[in-house]
């Protein structure tokens, strides 16, 4: 079955993260020009302020992090970056954190699960067909019409357990 099993985004702990970093800007940028947006001054610091960790980070902080920065701008113009790059899919909403993580591949499909480790804050993002088509099965069954299904699995990630 692991064929079936994509693993996006790998828990990993000591790397390069300037790679990470400098591959998500090239692809955010390759994103938003093959879809026709606009990757404006604003979104783009505020995808860098995600993906400067691996950890999600709330709406509050990256306004914070703008301001430290020397960047003063009025809080819903900082929401509605944050609005964009979610929409584009650069970035998720890990919505039992009430939080923000980057995407590794913007350009998957998207049917995709979040193991989040409690421990050190660090959020995985996995594409298994096998948990989608079960959710999609299930949804046909009840004729029910389901949206972006979220889940996000809480727990404590291999780096925490060594
Ligand atoms: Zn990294
Ligand atoms: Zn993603
Ligand atoms: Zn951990």
Same mark, same amino acid.
Do not use: M
């Given at each position: 079955m692991t064929d079936k099993k994509n693993v996006? #985004?790998? *828990?990993? %702990? $000591?790397?390069?993260? #300037?790679?990470? $970093?400098?591959?998500?800007l090239e692809s955010a940028v390759a994103e938003c020009a093959k879809q026709g947006l606009r990757l404006t001054?604003?979104?783009?610091? =505020? /995808?860098?302020?995600?993906?400067?960790?691996?950890?999600?980070i709330g709406a509050y902080d990256v306004l914070q992090k703008l301001q430290e920065a020397g960047h003063k701008p009025a809080p819903p113009t900082a929401y509605r970056a944050l609005? *964009? /790059? =979610? #929409? &584009?899919? /650069?970035?998720?909403?890990?919505?039992? /954190?009430? &939080?923000?993580i980057g995407c590794p591949s913007p350009n998957a499909s998207h049917q995709c699960q979040f193991y989040i480790c409690t421990d050190c804050g660090h959020v995985a993002e996995v594409s298994n067909s096998a948990v989608s088509d079960a959710l999609a099965a299930g949804a046909t069954e009840l004729g029910f019409i389901s949206q972006?299904? =979220?889940?996000? =699995?809480? %727990?404590v990630c291999k780096n925490c357990l060594d």
């Open positions: 996006i #985004s790998p *828990f990993h %702990g $000591e790397h390069d993260h #300037s790679h990470c $970093e400098t591959q998500a001054k604003i979104r783009r610091q =505020v /995808l860098e302020i995600i993906w400067a960790q691996h950890n999600p609005d *964009f /790059l =979610v #929409s &584009a899919k /650069l970035i998720h909403r890990v919505e039992s /954190l009430n &939080a923000y972006q299904p =979220v889940i996000e =699995v809480h %727990g």
